[in-house]
T-cell receptor, first 111, second 113 residues
Framework: DQQVKQNSPSLSVQEGRISILNCDYT??????FLWYKKYPAEGPTFLISISSIKDKNEDGRFTVFLNKSAKHLSLHIVPSQPGDSAVYFC??????????FGKGTSLLVTP | DTAVSQTPKYLVTQMGNDKSIKCEQNLGHDTMYWYKQDSKKFLKIMFSYNNKELIINETVPNRFSPKSPDKAHLNLHINSLELGDSAVYFC????????????FGSGTRLTVV
């Protein structure tokens, strides 16, 4: 029973354009959402997060939007850079210790 | 001075063997985790320890046994390895209430042949 879903396994974007990565969740008890970035042969690294009391959080080129009624969040990267090419994992928590992860979206930013 | 370090990085072993993966963190975190990333790239929690106490034990075969000698270390011992245990195992740590984000190790790729 996968509670966090990333339905796009891959995304290709041109350098300088916007990358939009989407994530849906099913558990209405989730109250904290995070995005992780993963390069090959490395562990995931924390990118940005958002609490359920907010609908937007921004950090430099990265913005996360949360739509609680739709149980949907998205990560926007503007402008996209080739170094952003990685796998992006969406994760969610219900104030417990465990993070529930999606399967990831592989982003390729082409020059 | 890696924050969360796992050893070994790669492990190839035969079915039926017993193996251990070690994890150490130097961040002063009090909670540590083991996650498994299977062939479908799905990251799923296996165990969580807070101050050496087991707090999460997901549906994992009892061939898998975590051991936390102190709050900076969380090792994973696997008995009677099976082909289906082949995966990448990630250790992670966080402050109490890990929903505020983990720091992950670089992973151990286990291949059972």
């Amino acid at each position: 029973d996968q509670q966090v879903k990333q339905n796009s396994p891959s995304l290709s974007v041109q350098e300088g354009r916007i990358s939009i990565l989407n994530c849906d969740y099913t558990n209405s008890m989730f109250d904290y959402f995070l995005w992780y970035k993963k390069y090959p042969a490395e562990g995931p690294t924390f990118l940005i997060s958002i609490s359920s009391i907010k609908d937007k959080n921004e950090d430099g080129r990265f913005t996360v939007f949360l739509n609680k009624s739709a149980k949907h969040l998205s990560l926007h990267i503007v402008p996209s850079q080739p170094g952003d090419s990685a796998v992006y994992f969406c994760a969610a928590s219900d104030s417990g210790y465990a993070l529930n992860f999606g399967k990831g979206t592989s982003l390729l930013v082409t020059p | 001075d890696t924050a969360v370090s796992q050893t070994p990085k790669y492990l190839v072993t035969q079915m039926g063997n017993d193996k251990s993966i070690k994890c150490e963190q130097n961040l002063g975190h009090d909670t540590m985790y083991w996650y498994k990333q299977d062939s479908k790239k799905f990251l799923k929690i296996m165990f969580s320890y807070n101050n050496k106490e087991l707090i999460i034990n997901e549906t994992v075969p009892n061939r898998f046994s975590p051991k936390s000698p102190d709050k900076a270390h969380l090792n994973l011992h696997i008995n009677s390895l099976e082909l289906g245990d082949s995966a990448v195992y990630f250790c992670a740590s966080s402050h109490q209430g890990g929903d505020r984000g983990y720091t992950f190790g670089s992973g151990t790729r286990l291949t059972v042949v």
